[in-house]
């Protein structure tokens, strides 16, 4: 797969030595966009939809959390609760964030790198609903402005949590990310995700976000195109 190659392919960047800087997407949610240098974002559902950054609801959060990042008054949204517990008929972690993808509407979590450099990277998403229906995870790149997208896997029944590991070089706003599509019925797509960065790179600088969005269109359409494909594995 191209998004795999891209990752064991990284080739490493000297720089001058820093202490490391850890970007963890749950301990730095606060509701925002682009604390801890993540975004959240709601893709189209066919070729040619534009991709949106999730935005602070103006009312309460849909699923029971201290911060949370929502398409509007409802899903696909993005939760972080200090407490956890129960809900409907999925959990409520404390020690992840809750990440629900719309109907029909993938959702993104996506770092963009502050400065260039190798980055170790840890990603782990695991199913939280009692009756999971099925998520399509899609790794994607976005680097110097080239997307690059592939199924990593299918959430599900039979298969409810996934692991990766590894280390990639970026540039200066390249991105790294994962997205959550819909594999079955979303109602019972509520996914615990959480997604660690590590470099020595030394202290972020402010990052721009205008590429973020830029050829997005449409890839959000590869987790409803490729769902039925993985489902049938």
Not at 96 to 123: E, K, R, S, T
Request: proline share 6%.
């Amino acid at each position: 797969m191209k998004f795999f190659a891209v990752l064991a392919g990284a080739l490493a960047l000297s720089s001058a030595a820093h202490s490391a800087t850890v970007y963890d997407a749950f301990s730095s949610f606060d509701g925002s966009q682009g604390a801890g240098g993540f975004t959240y974002m709601k893709l189209g559902a066919v070729p040619g939809d534009p991709a949106t950054l999730l935005t602070a609801p103006s009312g309460g959060c849909v699923v029971t959390a201290a911060y949370c990042l929502q398409n509007g008054g409802g899903l696909p949204g993005v939760y972080k609760s200090l407490v956890g517990g129960a809900e409907g008929t999925y959990v409520i972690p404390n020690d992840q964030l809750l990440m629900h993808p719309g109907n029909p509407n993938p959702i993104a979590i996506l770092f963009h790198a502050p400065v260039a450099g190798d980055y170790d990277y840890v990603f782990t998403a695991n199913i939280l609903d009692r009756s999971p229906t099925g998520v399509a995870l899609i790794g994607l790149t976005n680097l110097g402005g080239v997307v690059d997208s592939s199924l990593l896997t299918t959430l599900g029944a039979a298969h409810l949590s996934y692991s990766l590991t590894g280390t990639i070089t970026l540039a200066q706003g390249d991105i790294l990310g994962v997205i959550l599509g819909p594999a079955g019925n979303y109602a019972n797509d509520s996914t615990g995700v959480n997604f660690t960065l590590t470099t020595n790179a030394g202290v972020p600088e402010p990052a721009t976000w205008a590429m973020m969005i830029a050829g997005f269109a449409g890839v959000g359409a590869l987790a409803r195109r490729r769902r039925s494909a993985a489902l049938a594995r």
